[in-house]
């Protein structure tokens, strides 16, 4: 199980998130839903060590672990790419194995990039990739060595369906195996199929946390959020 307790990353302006407590178990998707600016990229950068947490604890199968979850623990799609653009798509696989300290040989990298249908372009830089093709080897990096915990923001921006069935696919096998996910969709109907609970953000807080098989995640949301 994750737990992430009372954690806060407020900007000067007072902007962010939190302060917020958060409980994912084993083999669950929790949805993370908010309009605009509610404060999801800041939990889910400093949740996975790319900013920082001001306050709070993060706690992972019963272990306490400061204020992040280590690299080794942790893929992470952000919303916008951070892959390297002079890298090749097989490049980038390997600098994410060793950001995380992954021990995976080239063959390992090679079915990753064959799982995620990026296979055709495993020679290609990023840079000359399209915005799907970049979506896809995020998610592959994302889940590369099956870590404890993958956080999914806008997962499905720019997919083609192919990419949308190999993420579900890839999705539905990591949390047979037991993974944690938490994940962020501007579409609620993508939660209804993938989540069992979602936590509403409003000005970096929770709002409400939401059976989604009560009903379904937008009504949740209109109910919370009006329009
Ligand atoms: N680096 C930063 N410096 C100052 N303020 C920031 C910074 N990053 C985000 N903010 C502010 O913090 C608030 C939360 O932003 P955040 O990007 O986390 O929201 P979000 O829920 O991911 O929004 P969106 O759905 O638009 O991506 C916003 O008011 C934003 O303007």
Redesign the pocket.
């Given at each position: 199980m994750l737990e992430v307790i009372d954690v806060q990353r407020r900007?000067?302006?007072g902007?962010?998130?939190g302060p917020l407590t958060l409980e994912v178990a084993a083999g669950e998707v929790l949805g993370v839903v908010?309009?605009?600016?509610?404060?999801?990229?800041?939990?889910f950068g400093a949740l996975c060590g790319a900013d920082d947490f001001q306050t709070g604890t993060v706690r992972l199968d019963g272990r306490e672990l400061g204020r992040r979850l280590p690299a080794e623990a942790c893929g992470f799609l952000p919303?916008q790419s951070r892959l390297f653009p002079q890298l090749t798509a097989r490049q980038a696989c390997r600098f994410e194995a060793a950001m995380r300290v992954l021990d995976l040989d080239d063959t390992a990298l090679e079915e990753q990039l064959d799982r995620f249908g990026c296979a055709d372009f495993r020679d290609t830089e990023v840079r000359h990739l399209s915005q799907g093709m970049t979506r896809r080897l995020g998610i592959a990096c994302a889940f590369l060595g099956t870590p404890r915990v993958v956080v999914l923001d806008e997962p499905l921006n720019g997919l083609d369906v192919e990419g949308v069935l190999l993420f579900r696919r890839a999705l539905a096998d990591y949390l047979d195996s037991g993974g944690i996910a938490l994940m962020?969709s501007?579409i609620l109907s993508v939660l209804d199929e993938v989540c069992e609970r979602m936590v509403l953000?409003k000005d970096?807080l929770v709002a409400a946390t939401v059976d989604v098989r009560e009903g379904g995640a937008e009504r949740a949301y209109l109910e919370i959020f009006g329009h």
């Amino acid at each position: 199980m994750l737990e992430v307790i009372d954690v806060q990353r407020r900007y000067r302006s007072g902007r962010g998130t939190g302060p917020l407590t958060l409980e994912v178990a084993a083999g669950e998707v929790l949805g993370v839903v908010g309009p605009n600016g509610a404060g999801k990229t800041t939990l889910f950068g400093a949740l996975c060590g790319a900013d920082d947490f001001q306050t709070g604890t993060v706690r992972l199968d019963g272990r306490e672990l400061g204020r992040r979850l280590p690299a080794e623990a942790c893929g992470f799609l952000p919303e916008q790419s951070r892959l390297f653009p002079q890298l090749t798509a097989r490049q980038a696989c390997r600098f994410e194995a060793a950001m995380r300290v992954l021990d995976l040989d080239d063959t390992a990298l090679e079915e990753q990039l064959d799982r995620f249908g990026c296979a055709d372009f495993r020679d290609t830089e990023v840079r000359h990739l399209s915005q799907g093709m970049t979506r896809r080897l995020g998610i592959a990096c994302a889940f590369l060595g099956t870590p404890r915990v993958v956080v999914l923001d806008e997962p499905l921006n720019g997919l083609d369906v192919e990419g949308v069935l190999l993420f579900r696919r890839a999705l539905a096998d990591y949390l047979d195996s037991g993974g944690i996910a938490l994940m962020s969709s501007h579409i609620l109907s993508v939660l209804d199929e993938v989540c069992e609970r979602m936590v509403l953000l409003k000005d970096g807080l929770v709002a409400a946390t939401v059976d989604v098989r009560e009903g379904g995640a937008e009504r949740a949301y209109l109910e919370i959020f009006g329009h």
